[in-house]
């Protein structure tokens, strides 16, 4: 039996999206697979509570259904097999500096570039990585501001950030694709990311999820 009991607690949340980015990407009854511990598992999507996905486990009794964040959860086409794309290792396009205005296509090559970095020339490491996103969706900006939090001292709404930076956060969905000697593999990623300029004065991203 699986031993599964993912209980989502979010304790601080520093990301503030519009109102209309409800962040939904299954649907109830969806057919999808489930990581847990790096296998996966076909399930089905029971309940959505926002951007909380109640999954049940194919062959598992109800006991281990459990509510996830889309991060750990992948669509299933209508073969039952995993959705694929068809691999790009291009860059995206465009040239940006740091004085770049925010923007989508800069966001989009700071979320490349965020990858580039495990391509390291070792005999595990892959040699080329490609990003093909599938969705895109930029939510409402921010000023990074400080303040107190009882029983915790001052924080920051984005720790990662300095303190008044614009933050730009984005929900989106891609696969990677990584190329070693033997072939292409490719993983879907559902995450939330901030973008935002660092304390060198550089445009640099996070994953928040």
Known sequence: MLNIFFRVTIVIMYI???ESATGQIFKKGQRVEVNYN??????TVLQVDGERYKVHYDGY???DDAWLLATYIRTLGNDGTPVTVSCNFEV???RFTDNSPASVPLFKRELYDWYQRLVTGGLSAPKAIGIVFKTF???KSYINSAGN???????RRHSGAPVNAAIYPVKTTYFVCENYNSGNSQKQVNADFSFFINKEGQWTCSKDN
């Open 16 to 18: 503030l999206f519009a």
């Open 149 to 155: 939090v009882a029983g915790r001292g001052a924080m």
């Open 61 to 63: 009794p109800a006991s």
């Open 137 to 139: 969706t930029p939510g």
């Open 92 to 94: 995206p396009p465009g």
């Open 38 to 43: 790096g296998h996966w598992y076909k399930s």
